[in-house]
């Protein structure tokens, strides 16, 4: 069993509010700030290419600001692989990234660019940066991941998350075997493992209960659930049923 599951709480769509007038509210830096004092063991935001929501003003506030790590979500690009290297965050997320997708839609395929990611993540890593990818839980793409030198994989629960909202009850369960087996086998190859993307109060204690999990990272939930009752109750919440899951 992995030490304490640390819970990494997703501003992106504090700033997603926030672009929908322009100006500077909400701002995702309050939002990061009440999250650490919620109990959030560390930040993510993704700058995506678009800067559709985080900015990189954004970022330059939570680099400065922060007293928990900020795990940077970025795509392969030379652009964000400078702007990690300026910042030196504590993880650096890499995830795939297209223009046209409302979210992310899968995970990285390693296995089919394997040695542009090698070289592409080499010096984040050399900077002191741990470098994770964003994979979907697939045999070949964790086996990638560890062949180019990541030290984490964070598998992506969208698919389950999607098939339990969706009622696809069969789906689901195979999809959470899927995670449960790859967590495992990840962890088998010396990888820590995360999990992420679409997690609720509902989907968040199977995955929460592999012991091979360290980290899991919820956004999207998670401020749409502050709108009703407040980021830090909610956040609570998450954590109260991810405790509860590990201890089960
Ligand atoms: C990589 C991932 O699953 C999330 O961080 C997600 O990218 C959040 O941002 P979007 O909602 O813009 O996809
Ligand atoms: N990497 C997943 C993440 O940071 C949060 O995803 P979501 O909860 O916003 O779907």
Redesign the pocket.
Known sequence: MADRLRLGV?I??VATVRNARGGTLPDPLRAARMAEAAGADGI?A?L?EDR??ISDADIDGLMAALTVPLNF?MAATPEMQAIALRHRPHAV?I?PERREER??EGGLEVAKDENRLAHFIAPLRDAGCRVSI?IAADRPQIEAAHRIGAQVVEL?TGAYCDAHAEGRIEDRDAEMIRIRDMAAFAAELGLEVHA??GLTYDTVPSVAALPQMAEL?I??FLIGEAIFRGLEPAIREMRGIMDAARTA
Do not use: I, P, S, W
Request: charged share 20%.
């Open positions: 997703n992106d769509h993510t993704h995506r559709r929501h979500e997320c995830v979210t992310t964003f992506h992420g993307h990272n956004g999207h």
